[in-house]
């Protein structure tokens, strides 16, 4: 098994900044793309960043130089450094990690449970 826990959402002013975090444990053998994903109200679920195991990113243009995305592979963490937030970027936010959990397995991908970030005065 798997698990992916998230934290960090919330409510945040206009021109504020959050920092999504999301932890990856289980039966783990390596851990390919990390990323994030969000979905608003009444929309499909998009991409928001995404990074390689190697730390190549890359962003939506939406979100590109006002969020960064990082990862730590010793402790299979992701996070999202969420700057100059606007209304715009509230959605649920889902972290989405691509993992093999055995040397004979096929690489699967796994979500987070999602949290929530609301972006208003």
């Known amino acids: 098994q798997v698990q992916l826990v998230e934290s960090g959402g919330g409510l945040v002013q206009p021109g504020g900044s959050l920092k999504l975090s999301c932890a990856a444990s289980g039966s783990i053998f390596s851990i390919n793309t990390m990323g994030w994903y969000r979905q608003a109200p009444g929309k499909e679920r998009e991409l928001v960043a995404t990074?390689?195991?190697?730390?190549?990113?890359d962003y939506a243009d939406s979100v590109k130089g006002r969020f960064t995305i990082s990862r730590d592979n010793a402790k299979n963490t992701v996070a999202l450094q969420m700057n100059t937030l606007k209304p715009e970027d509230t959605a649920v936010y889902y972290c989405?990690?691509?993992?093999?959990?055995?040397?004979?397995?096929?690489?699967?991908?796994?979500w987070g449970q999602g949290t929530q970030v609301t972006v208003s005065s």
């Open positions: 990074i390689t195991s190697g730390g190549s990113t």
């Open positions: 989405n990690v691509k993992i093999q959990r055995y040397v004979w397995r096929a690489t699967e991908e796994f």
